[in-house]
């Protein structure tokens, strides 16, 4: 559940988590996979975090990370420049 801080003032309950950033990003349809691992890393720029900084990992995210061949994340931006 989403609330607004004023809600859960409103109704004495106590945040299990807290929403930093939402980032969106678009990226080409036939790599989509690749596109969790840059969202990450803007919504945590923007957020001024680290990965280390997260308790829990959407299983989205890990599994678009672990999916790409040990690809590291400057690699595939360099792949992903050289196709624009």
Known sequence: MVVSEAALKAHGLT???RIHNLTVTG???VVMLEEPLFATDRALQRAGMRIDDID???AAIRRSST???GRSLSAIRSARRARS
Request: without cysteine; proline residues 25%; hydrophobic residues 50%.
């Open 15 to 17: 945040p299990l988590a």
């Open 27 to 29: 990226g080409d349809p």
């Open 56 to 58: 829990l990992i959407p």
């Open 67 to 69: 999916s790409m061949a």
